[in-house]
């Protein structure tokens, strides 16, 4: 199969699981307690792929390293995220999600001294007036608490991107996936002090469909993008991999009755796509 197999599976999946999530936190009772159910599922999801990938370990002691150093970023993200997507649109988080990709350009001028391409410049910007287009609102300029924070999770993934770099391509593909799931549930329940219980109340008290449906969603659809890179170009799978944005606002729309600022949000990950076409090109 191809890289064009993967990306269309992965548009789908990241759909759906990006819809599910956000009906998922509807009954939201304890954000680290939901965050761990559906990284654990999601990881139980993952077990049943690992027979259809080439099982392979890195003998490097450093790649294990920076995945360590990686999956405390991914749990910052994850935990951030469940917080972020209750208070905000299914459609509306996934535009701010694509801000990652602008601090992964401007970290690579700061930290990595990389050339300075117009192209991706401008691309950044683009995306940049994407996000403050979607949250502006006349005579109200204060930044809402989900938005900061959504912002603050896309700097933790970014992080974790950084120092994640190629590292997939050492492992089997879902278990790289489950351990980039499966710690941060880990550590998530460590810190935060969750109990079983909290668990429990979260699962009997919550959407249990939805909730499953983001865990499978969720390890299928990194197994999906992560193949999708390393069997495509990534300037041509990382510009489709951006019509996730607006195919979720439309489903959105549909489904979950998002229909507030509905021009706005198109507008807007119209401009991301671009963005993203420059960045890549």
Same mark, same amino acid.
């Given at each position: ?202 699962? @009997?008290?919550? #959407?249990? &469909?939805?909730?499953? !449906? ?5 390890? $299928?659809? %990194? +197994? /999906? ?28 729309? @549909?489904?979950? #009755?998002? &229909?507030?600022?509905? !021009? ?5 990950? $119209?401009? %991301? +796509? /671009? ?7």
């Amino acid at each position: 199969m191809n890289w064009i197999f993967f990306l269309i599976m992965y548009l789908i999946f990241s759909v759906i699981f990006n819809q599910a999530y956000k009906v998922s936190t509807k009954n939201l009772k304890n954000a680290g307690a939901l965050t761990i159910l559906l990284e654990l599922i999601a990881v139980i999801t993952l077990i049943f792929c690992i027979p259809f990938f080439e099982i392979k370990f890195p003998s490097d002691i450093k790649v294990y390293l920076f995945l360590g150093l990686s999956v405390i970023f991914y749990t910052l993200s994850d935990r951030l995220n469940t917080t972020v997507r209750s208070g905000i649109e299914a459609s509306t988080f996934n535009i701010i999600l694509q801000l990652s990709t602008v601090f992964m350009i401007f970290a690579g001028l700061i930290f990595f001294k990389e050339p300075f391409i117009i192209n991706k410049f401008i691309g950044a910007i683009l995306i940049i007036v994407s996000n403050i287009l979607v949250f502006y609102k006349k005579g109200n300029q204060k930044i809402d608490k989900y938005v900061f924070l959504g912002i603050l999770a896309n700097l933790s993934f970014t992080v974790a991107l950084f120092l994640d770099v190629n590292i997939s391509d050492n492992f089997n593909l879902p278990i790289y996936a489950g351990i980039t799931l499966g710690v941060p549930a880990i550590l998530i329940f460590i810190f935060e002090k969750i109990k079983i219980a909290d668990l429990k109340d979260e699962f @009997i008290n919550g #959407n249990k &469909k939805a909730m499953i !449906l983001t865990s499978v969603t969720w390890g $299928l659809s %990194i +197994i /999906f993008q992560l193949r999708a890179y390393q069997l495509g170009n990534v300037s041509i799978v990382a510009p489709l991999g951006a019509l996730t944005v607006i195919i979720n606002v439309i489903v959105g729309y @549909i489904f979950l #009755n998002e &229909k507030d600022n509905l !021009l706005k949000k198109l507008i807007s990950a $119209l401009l %991301i +796509i /671009f963005g993203i076409i420059l960045i890549k090109i």
